[in-house]
């Protein structure tokens, strides 16, 4: 087949590298389409990933619409001449659109209810929704729900082994409680009037005096007095640290839930809920959401708690217990993508559908 992937996060990368790779072994031509944002294109050149950007980054949510008609604007070009069999994407509004242009296929994987804006211009024109088992909201008869999370297409121990060199790249002693520190950029369309932490220097100095060293990542320039504790290392070790962390705590919904199927336990600082944080931590207890008006203080009670107590290996028991109950998901990614045209997915539940959790 011929095989369109969008690509307009980092995330996404992470999400689809190793369908990528799985696709092409399978003698699919994989046509990777991206834009400019964060480290997006870095990403893509690190792993080795053939690709064309078609759009610049956006600086604002009305340079975003702009930029987001350049992109499918150029992409409906180019799929015209590549005469796609399927488009993907993680939200897929450009891929929605131009596959039922061109008349290929459209499967978007999505985890995200409150991005009401992305729902509203995919959904209805996208052949197959992927979500998580968890996501709460009904797409009808196109949703395919599966039991697992965007991160498990690539922190499955299945396609992940964490690289202990990293803590030599931060300079980390063995004895220290290392703890990652999450500040998001709150400029998403489903972020308007949202927030996390109300004092970024509160937060990091609480936390030191609760024995962490603490290491920085942020979407947004940090005070000067607190670059020094930004991590800089390669991007795509970041889930190496995760993995050896003690705490990942923070206002990125991925870093948290990445940190959580590694088996670190994850403090979610954001007045927004998800389905899938909030499963993470009433079904696995791996993260804890924190998403009130005492978000800010709550968080750090949390996080200077797990700090104090030593008991590491439930950790690495509620992890396996999540494994046991979830799937790979690049392996969900693949078998939608090859899912004949016309041919109806199977529900979880249903003969022949992806693995239901017990």
Known sequence: M??????????????????????SERGH????????????????????????????????????AAVQATYETRLLRRARRIEPDVITAIG?????HVASAVGARSVVFYDTEHATIIKTLAYPFADTVCTPACYRGDVGDKQVRYPGYHELAYLHPDRFTPDADVLEAVD??????LVVVR?????????VGQGGFDDVHDAVDRLEAAG????????????????????????ERIHDLLYHADLVIGEGATTATESAVLGTPAVYVNSLSLGYTEELEERYGLLFNFNGEDRHEASLRKAASILRDPNDE?????????????????DVVVDKIESPPGERTSQPGEPDATPTRP
Do not use: C
Request: proline fraction near 3%; avoid cysteine; charge should be negative.
């Open 29 to 64: 031509d994989v046509h990777v389409f991206a834009r400019e944002n964060e480290m997006t294109v870095d990403l893509l050149d690190r792993y080795g990933i053939d690709h064309e950007v078609l759009a610049g980054r956006s600086d604002s949510l009305l340079s975003l």
């Open 212 to 235: 962490a060293r603490v290491l920085l990542t942020s979407e947004v320039a940090l005070p000067d007095d607190l670059e020094s504790r930004r991590i800089s290392i390669a991007p």
């Open 172 to 177: 980390a002693d063995p004895d220290d409680r």
């Open 2 to 23: 011929n095989v369109v992937t969008t690509i307009q996060h980092p995330g996404h990368v992470h999400f689809f590298k190793n369908a990528i790779s799985v696709l």
């Open 183 to 191: 500040f998001s950029s709150w400029d998403s369309s489903h972020d």
């Open 314 to 330: 439930r950790w690495a028991r509620r992890r396996e217990t999540l494994l046991e109950e979830t799937v790979d998901v690049t």
């Open 92 to 96: 897929g509004v450009a891929a929605a």
